[in-house]
């Protein structure tokens, strides 16, 4: 895992869900991040928005909320996206990306800090964001979450603790 | 040895009261202090454990029974007891402070309480650690893990670790409620016997065995107060006995049955008081309902939501799996009703193992509080699996139905059959509709036959499915077509696939299900209950 990422902002709001990935309504998300800023309008943000790859998503309250969690955050690393930052996640979502692999930065401060299409750096070793309103600083991850992500995901993890 | 005085006698009286103890100081039999007694001329002990002044005092100081009996460590009943005794009746006239006090005293308990709501108790329990914060991650090892009919995609995930063998077979329960995914990427269930042999895995229960929460709780493989695991949201059934469910994804489980750990954040709680009794023809369904419909997602996501309150005190565990069952598709982590007399008894019927169940204390950092009043609560109905809209049967009643399905996960338990076959005795349902019965499991289609409720059921024309929720899922899927309309006891589980598919179907109690079918279009149960 790279400690130090950054990229430009996406901001969207509360009770985003990225189910609509499951109903497979879209093409591959890698090849047409068009296709991804139309599913985040589906799935609840006001109006259409502009997605690039690799852009961090910052986001408020219950990210990732309904079913198939595992096609979104797979959806997500498709698309590049190499850290949620949110208000607040739903379970299955949360489980899931941090067990692929996907590190997820809970902070009420940074949804309310950062704004759509700035550039923001990350620091996992600082825990903190910069950005253009200054630095916040998140907690930093517990000691087994840490671990998980470092090695890439559950399975790599577990692979690693068995010997294998 | 010399023979004690009568007043050195009399304070040892005061203390320790019996012959017996007094007996010990010295080294002598009871018998021998009773003769010292007799010829000193003092009579058994009379001096009360509490003085009149002690008792009056306290009285005085909190005017409570329940607030004064702490003090002295006794109970509420223990202090009113002692009030009788010195005939201290009248009702303080001054208020002292500590009457003014809103929180309670600690109540009785030694060590000063650490405000734990039940599920950070048990992590803390399980993870080793004297406490566990909100927020926290604790990497544990889970008291038991289950997997369902789709065991072969954990198995699939297993092999990819490439560990050879499960951490703990007898900690893992395997119970095939249902045919696996209809893809051919994962194991089939020959794969999954054939690797229970191989890993010696006892606890498997293969087909037709019943549904799969319902089968672990009947064969208590899980416990109160421990980590149970499963592979979907109905995981959160173990909360009705007071255990933590959690439900994972399949990876995760493969990971668990290779590691043998699992990890879990530690969620905040909701405390959810559902007050007064229910009505005649009101069931656990209805309260299940309208409690869903009152939790908001900000209620209910990655929160633990524990049920308290008299109403939920008194309810059977069949009711508590009902309700449990009617939250778990809110989002949250677990539901929790903390352990007491009824699981206890629920218990004891199969088990003779020791188990450590844990409470909240009284004083817990709640997230939210929801309190529910049942007393006036009228059988509801849930459209579409759409919980903002549970409304009244007398709403909704006179709407044709082509199809009712009762029992399943959610009501699938003897006490439903009771009350379905309490309706159906000595009727015969709507021609107009078509009525199946999923039992919950074959111990509950075994007792229900004893019980002659199968026998009322096929009389009145209802068809009796298998148990397990395959069985389930066809009475959902396969009869219901298009433009028609079915009312369902299950839970939104089953019913995913036929609102998906845009067919109608409603949610209710076994009783309104029952009335239901007798008369083809929805109905009130109320005038079938005696």
């Known amino acids: ?164 | 040895m010399r023979i004690p005085k009568k007043k050195e006698l009399l304070e040892l009286q005061r203390k320790y009261r019996t012959d017996k103890k007094i007996g010990e100081v010295y080294g002598v039999p009871a018998r021998l202090v009773a003769y010292w007694r007799a010829k000193k001329k003092i009579g058994a002990y009379s001096f009360p454990k509490y003085s009149e002044e002690k008792i009056q005092e306290l009285w005085d100081r909190y005017g409570d029974d329940a607030k004064a009996g702490v003090e002295l460590n006794i109970s509420r009943a223990g202090f009113r007891q002692w009030r009788r005794r010195y005939d201290v009746n009248q009702k303080p006239l001054q208020l002292k402070l500590e009457q003014l006090e809103l929180a309670l005293p600690d109540t009785g308990r030694r060590k000063a309480s650490r405000k734990e709501t039940i599920v950070q108790k048990i992590l803390a329990r399980k993870s080793g650690l004297k406490k566990v914060e909100v927020g926290d991650v604790v990497y544990i090892e889970p008291d038991l893990a289950v997997s369902h009919g789709n065991a072969g995609r954990v198995i699939h995930f297993f092999d990819l670790l490439g560990a050879a063998k499960v951490w703990e077979p007898g900690k893992i329960v395997v119970v095939l409620d249902r045919i696996g995914a209809e893809d051919d990427h994962f194991p089939s269930h020959r794969a999954v016997r054939e690797f229970i042999k191989k890993q010696k895995i006892r606890n498997f229960y293969d087909i037709g065995s019943g549904i799969c929460y319902q089968v672990v709780l009947e064969n208590s493989h899980v416990l109160p107060g421990q980590v149970a695991l499963g592979v979907d949201s109905q995981a959160i059934n173990f909360g009705a006995i007071g255990a933590l469910g959690a439900s994972l994804g399949y990876e995760e489980m493969a990971a668990a049955w290779a590691t043998g750990r699992v990890w879990l954040k530690v969620p905040e709680a909701t405390r959810v008081v559902i007050n007064g009794r229910t009505a005649r023809g009101v069931s656990a369904k209805d309260v299940a309902l309208v409690l869903r419909h009152d939790l908001s997602p900000g209620n209910t996501t990655y929160r633990a939501i524990e049920i308290h309150g008299p109403a939920a005190a008194s309810m059977p565990i069949s009711d508590r799996l009902t309700i449990t069952n009617c939250i778990s598709s809110s989002g949250c982590k677990a539901v929790i009703v903390p352990f007491d007399d009824v699981a206890a008894r629920f218990l004891r019927r199969t088990i003779k193992a020791r188990f450590a169940p844990l409470a909240a204390d009284t004083d817990a950092a709640y997230a939210d509080e929801v309190e529910l009043d049942i007393s006036y609560l009228t059988p509801q109905v849930a459209h579409n699996n759409d919980f903002e809209n549970v409304q009244p049967v007398e709403e909704v009643s006179g709407r044709r139905i082509d199809q009712v399905i009762l029992g399943c996960c959610a009501n699938g338990r003897i006490e439903d059959f009771e009350v379905m076959a309490r309706i159906l005795r000595g009727r015969h349902i709507s021609r107009e509709v078509r009525t199946m019965v999923v039992p919950g499991s074959r111990k509950v289609l075994s007792e229900a036959l004893d019980r002659g409720f199968i026998r009322t059921l096929i009389d009145s024309g209802c068809i009796i499915m298998s148990p397990g929720c395959s069985s389930c899922a066809e009475a959902h899927s396969k009869f219901i077509e298009s433009g028609e309309r079915a009312l369902t006891t299950g839970n939104p589980n089953c019913t995913e696939d036929l609102v998906a598919a845009s067919r109608e179907i409603y949610m209710a109690s076994p009783a309104t299900a029952a009335a239901t079918a007798l008369e083809g279009v929805i109905a009130d149960p109320r005038k079938y209950v005696k």
């Not at chain 1, 497979?24 to 991804?36: D, K, N, Y």
């Not at chain 1, 997500?76 to 996640?89: G, R, T, Y």
């Open chain 1, 1 to 164: 895992m790279n400690r130090k990422i950054g990229g430009r902002v996406l901001r969207l709001g509360r009770d985003i869900t990225l189910e609509w990935i499951a109903l497979q309504q879209c093409p591959p998300l890698g090849e047409a991040p068009e296709a991804f800023s139309q599913l985040l309008e589906a799935g609840g943000s006001r109006q259409k928005r502009d997605f690039r790859k690799g852009d961090v998503i910052v986001a408020g309250g219950n990210f990732g909320m309904g079913q198939e969690p595992q096609l979104a955050v797979q959806a997500l690393k498709a698309a590049e996206v190499p850290c949620v930052v949110a208000a607040s996640f739903a379970r299955a979502f949360y489980r899931c990306a941090i067990n692929q692999g996907l590190p997820l930065i809970e902070s009420l401060q940074a949804h309310e800090k950062i704004s759509d299409g700035e550039t923001v750096s990350i620091d996992f070793d600082k825990w903190e964001i910069n950005c253009k309103r200054g630095a916040i600083s998140f907690p930093s991850f517990p000691e087994i979450i840490g671990k998980i992500i470092e090695s890439g995901g559950l399975i790599p993890y577990a692979k690693k603790s068995i010997g294998k």
